[in-house]
């Protein structure tokens, strides 16, 4: 359509130009050497004049050419709109066809029921769908729930182990501990029950004690019972080996000896002397002996006489090892 106006337009500008050019013709000289003199006392030459119209003309006939093209395709494309309303009209036609079909077989109220239960059951099925994709949604979160719970489970499961290694562990230390304090109180109690030692003691200075046992008639300790106060003598609770140890102390400038007995046997002596100006001296003595149960053990009277008492000085004293 556009070409079409252009080449109108193009026509009638050559035509314009052509009545102008005729003018000036007409009212110029008619040299052919010379320039051409219009009325207006313009000059015009024939030469550019007939280049134009060469122009003009050359531009008509493109003009023209694209005017068939276009006529030539608007021709193909009114065919094929053509075509296109035919196959409509036919599509029309089968519709027509098919809806004079149906009318003649179903009553338009029992067709309308059965496009209403279609809608129905189409509308049903999207309901369905979006449910089951609700639905869906749910379990996926319930299994994702479950799986973090899985994982849950299993941390606390590996938690527990641990609690339960450790308080194994802590279990087997408890009873170990318990097992050695068990056995260090039975050790404890056995050593008790089995402990034997004495101290005894006299009670008053003689000046003229000078033969027999020297009595210790106060007992400091007595474990195990083996200690007469009555007779000064260490009767052996059970056999072992035994350390005993007695001191005299003399009385005043006197001399005294005394020997430790096992069954009646010396085994140790002690001495205490003093002259002159040498008061109150000591003789300590001690003897390690292996006695067997019932063994008797005593402090006698070997030479001299008297012993001294300020306090717990002269004394006896035995244990088991």
Sequence with gaps: MMHCLRAIYFIVLVMF?????????????????DPIHGSSGHNVDTTDIMQMLLNQTAELENLKQQAENDRSTMTKQLENDRSTIQSLQNRVFFLEAELSK?????????????????????????????????????????????DDLNVQVRYTSLSLLDVHSSTEQLNSSIIQLLEERINGVHDHIANVSTRIGFTASVTSPSSSWSSGTLVF???????????????GV????????????????????????????????????????????DYYNA?????VLSLQTGDRVWVKHHSGSGYYYDGPITTFSGFLI
């Design 217 to 231: 008639p106060k007992v400091i300790t007595n474990v195990g019972n083996g200690y007469n106060p009555s007779d």
């Design 234 to 277: 260490f009767t052996a609770p059970r056999a072992g080996v035994y350390v005993f140890f007695v001191n005299v102390q003399s009385y005043a400038s006197q001399g005294i000896y005394v020997d430790m007995e096992l069954n009646g046997v010396t085994k140790v002596r002690a001495m205490a002397f003093g002259s002159g100006n």
């Design 102 to 146: 149906l009318n003649s077989s179903k009553p338009t109220q029992e067709m309308s029921t059965y496009l209403m239960s279609m809608n129905k059951l189409i509308q049903n099925v999207a309901t369905n769908e979006e449910n089951d994709r609700n639905l869906t949604q749910r379990v996926d979160s319930l299994v994702k729930h479950f």
């Design 17 to 33: 130009n052509i009545v102008e050019t005729k003018g000036l013709l007409a009212n110029g000289n008619s040299n052919n050497s």
């Design 283 to 287: 003789g300590p003595n001690l003897a």
